[in-house]
């Protein structure tokens, strides 16, 4: 795997540095020397140029140009060579890469990437891009870090852990998934407030078009009422005319029975009249012979009785003359009656033109009429209902149901989120067990050397905002206890923090790693018996580059690690070095 290598580190009007440079080597470097000789400047260096945040919070940037000087630079010399076809830096297509910055008096600075100005950002993503973040202390640990890191949360402690070990991922997916959920949730109480809205204003939509539907239809059977009633009154009037009609009818029919039978009683009558004329010519002969007596009794009684059939027949004439007259009368008016109701038919037909296909019905005008002052009384009720109603009901009733499948979207969306973040947080979960798991021996081993015991466990891994990561060390029989800036003395806290990084190493993905007088407050012992482990990693993991800084005398160092001597001579800063590094 190929690994980026910080080859060289040239610093020019830097601090107590006129100019050096500076060789590193993979594996153990070691920068020794007494105190105020520029050691730690060297580091200090280091993180100027690849824009670490610590070194421009503890000083104005300015403060680090050598007095009398108006620019200071800091190359940093990486080497970018392939390793099976792979570079460390793909996007940099070269063998070495050189990152410098360029500091002015004048507080302004600029970066360079192989002589190109880049951006602080670039800069930055650079080392990222290797798994180097050098604002993380687990990384490059300045002087003083030591105790920082003793009182740092155990919050702050886990996500620095989080991100050397490259696990942040897992930590950032989960605030990614809360991330979308928080906006799921927004989104879901927005949609269920417009859905709740839209509810509202479907419902007034939906009476308004009930009402204008049932208006539509009054209004409909209004017509149709309307029509109804001038078919009703055409067909009363068809009616009228054919009552009349048939009437007049039948009074003709008896008009012409009574003519014939006045006919027929003229014609008794006159046969009679003539029948009596000649029943008294023989009645008047018979008077003149005496011998005829009873001849002539029985002639008196016949013309009585032809006088008498003849009065009744006459009588009779007279009245059927009387009722023949009446029924002319009659007639007369039934016939005056039907031009009136003809004439009422034809008004009633020109009307009913106009008024629609013609209607069949038995109902009266009043049934009709009622019917109508019901159904406009009706439409009164309803007042006036505007007329687009149903094209807003309908334009509604879309944008509820659109809404209602967008909430039911979004709830699944929340209910997949929720179950997505549970499963994140257990992979989360399960990375960081297996790496206490694992680091927890290696870092009770490194406390077992110097006669200490401890552990390292996490603390509230439920929430992710609060999860940590504790640090627990005892020495000399006592109970293991939290790792802070009051339980241990400074000695303590240096061993129990070195053998926390030492137990780190191995997950480690920075390609360099450096720490600045981490036995400062260390007794020769534990001094010694942390060397000896860090050399004894160094020697387990030869391709990562580890900077030392100590102003300790070393023994029993060997010929693998690159040794660095820093002095000042005369107010100047120089270097050299003791031993050189495998390759």
């Known amino acids: 795997m190929a690994r980026l290598t910080l080859s060289e580190v040239i610093l020019e009007n830097f601090m107590s540095y006129e100019y050096a440079r500076v060789q590193l080597n993979r594996g153990l470097n070691l920068i020794s020397g007494p105190n105020g000789a520029g050691k730690s400047s060297i580091l200090l260096a280091i993180s100027v140029a690849t824009g670490q945040s610590y070194t421009e919070r503890s000083r104005k940037l300015s403060d680090l140009i050598r007095r009398g000087k108006e620019t200071a630079r800091v190359t940093l010399v990486l080497n970018n060579t392939a390793v099976d076809g792979k570079r460390p830096v793909p996007i940099i297509n070269s063998d070495l890469i050189t990152v410098s910055r360029y500091l002015k008096k004048d507080g302004t600075y600029w ?12 800069v930055n993503r650079l080392f990222k891009s290797v798994g180097m973040n050098p604002d993380n202390m687990l990384i490059i640990m300045h002087q003083n870090m030591i105790e920082e890191f003793a009182i740092t949360s155990p919050e702050e402690k886990l996500r620095m852990v989080e991100e050397a070990v490259g696990f942040l991922p897992y930590r950032n997916a989960i605030f990614d998934a809360e991330e979308k959920l928080s906006r799921i949730l927004g989104e879901e109480e927005a949609t269920t407030q417009l859905l709740s809205s839209a509810e509202q204003t479907l419902a007034y939509w939906k009476d308004l078009n009930d009402r204008h539907e049932e208006k ?4 409909e059977r209004k017509s149709y009422l309307e029509r109804e009633m001038v078919w009703a009154q055409v067909i009363k009037n068809e009616k009228a005319v054919a009552s009349i009609e048939e009437r007049m009818r039948l009074k003709s029919a008896q008009l012409e029975d009574l003519r014939r039978g006045i006919a027929e009683k003229k014609a008794a009558a006159e046969q009679l009249w003539s029948d009596y004329l000649a029943e008294k010519e023989r009645l008047r002969a018979l008077i003149s012979a005496p011998e005829k007596l009873k001849e002539r009794g029985i002639s008196d009684e ?3 009785s032809i006088v008498r059939s003849y009065v009744d027949a006459r009588v009779e004439e007279a009245v059927m003359r009387y009722r023949a007259g009446e029924l002319d009368r009659e007639i007369g008016d039934l016939k005056s009656g039907l031009e009136e109701a003809k004439v009422m038919l034809g008004e009633a037909l020109r009307g009913a033109k106009g008024a629609g296909d013609r209607i069949q019905t038995t109902r009266t005008l009043m049934e009709i009429s009622d019917e109508i002052r019901y159904v406009n009384a009706h439409l009164l ?13 309908e334009a509604y009733k879309k944008t509820y149901q659109e809404l209602k499948q967008k909430a039911a979207v979004v709830g699944e969306n929340r209910k997949h989120l929720i179950e997505e973040i549970a499963e994140r947080k257990r992979i989360w979960r399960e990375v960081l067990e297996r790496l206490v798991a694992e680091i927890t021996p290696i870092y009770r081993d490194v406390l077992s050397r110097v006669g200490g015991t401890g552990e390292i466990r996490l603390s509230n891994m439920d929430d992710p905002e ?6 627990t060390v005892g020495f000399r029989g006592a109970s293991p206890v939290l790792l802070d800036a009051y339980a241990q003395s400074g000695g303590e806290r240096a061993v129990a923090t070195m053998a926390f990084l030492l137990a780190l190493q191995h997950q480690l993905k920075s390609p360099v790693r450096a720490v600045d007088e981490f036995d400062v407050h260390m007794d020769p012992f534990n001094r010694e018996a942390m060397m000896r482990m860090l050399f004894s990693f160094m020697n387990e993991n030869s391709d990562v580059q580890f900077i030392v800084i100590t102003p300790s ?20 800063s120089e270097v050299a070095r003791a031993a050189a590094a495998r390759a």
Not at 216 to 219: A, E, F, Q, S
Not at 384 to 393: L, Q, R, T
């Open 466 to 471: 609060k999860a940590g990561i504790e640090v």
């Open 553 to 572: 005398q070393l023994s029993a160092v060997g010929d693998f690690a690159n040794i660095i001597f820093v002095q000042n001579v005369h107010g100047k």
């Open 302 to 304: 016949r013309l009585d």
């Open 111 to 122: 970066f360079e990437i192989n002589s190109k100005e880049a951006s602080k950002f670039d």
């Open 216 to 219: 539509k239809r009054l209004l």
């Open 381 to 393: 009720s309803l007042g006036d209902v505007p007329e687009d109603a149903p094209s807003m009901f």
